[in-house]
């Protein structure tokens, strides 16, 4: 990560006129943090982690979302001992299964899949046999493969990526339902930029960031381009993070 973004860094860097540094964070919470205490003024969030850096810092704004991202999906997953199908409706037969999400503040890990699963079923703890929290969406690929946990919510793109590069075994982990579509990551940036690096300073980021067009750039997020974003984009997002209790 740290080659990856650097590089995007350094395109920021030379389009800004600014010095641009990367700074490495361990997890979602770790960077809305980072963001609060001003250590970065950028961020490249999830849909739940940015709207938390948002309301922590007054004026800050979701500026830009890669092409791929109002649309984005959660896969669930199940190892095939779980006698699960694959099927376009909510699989309420995971009910009584044991089950990882992702990280704790993953929106497509966490977020929207337990959404979905109180939509349909109730709270996770009362639902399941067992709950985990794997940390991110490769581990719970191979929680669920392994059959540590029968079924798991991932992220659409990471289980694709695995898939292609051979690291899963379809034979052992399937599918077994994509969600609908829901907004997720972006870019936002702090409110007092502009009265930092000059008005219109915000402005002129976004504009580089949808000016990002280098393939080896945009490998590091993975997406296709970046589009423009807004705040109003995420409020399902905010008010699903209300309703199950993760915002308050």
Known sequence: ???RFS???DYLSRRLSVPVEYVPVKDYAATVIAFRNNQVQLAWFGGLSGVQARRL???SKAIAQGIEDPDFRSYFIAHVSAGLKPGKDFPREIA???FTFGSMGSTSGRLMPEYFIRQHLGVPDEVFSRV???GDHTQTNALVQSGAYQVGAVNYQVWEEEVAAGLIDTDNVRVIWKTPSYPDYQWTIRGDVDAT???GFAER???ALIGMKDPRLLEAFPRSGFIAA??????EILAIAKEIGLID
């Open 1 to 3: 990560m740290q080659d």
């Open 7 to 9: 590089l995007v860094a």
């Open 57 to 59: 810092v007054a004026g």
């Open 96 to 98: 009584g299964k044991s």
């Open 132 to 134: 985990g929290f794997s």
């Open 197 to 199: 690096w000059g008005e």
């Open 205 to 207: 980021v976004r504009a």
């Open 230 to 235: 807004k705040n109003a984009d995420f409020v």
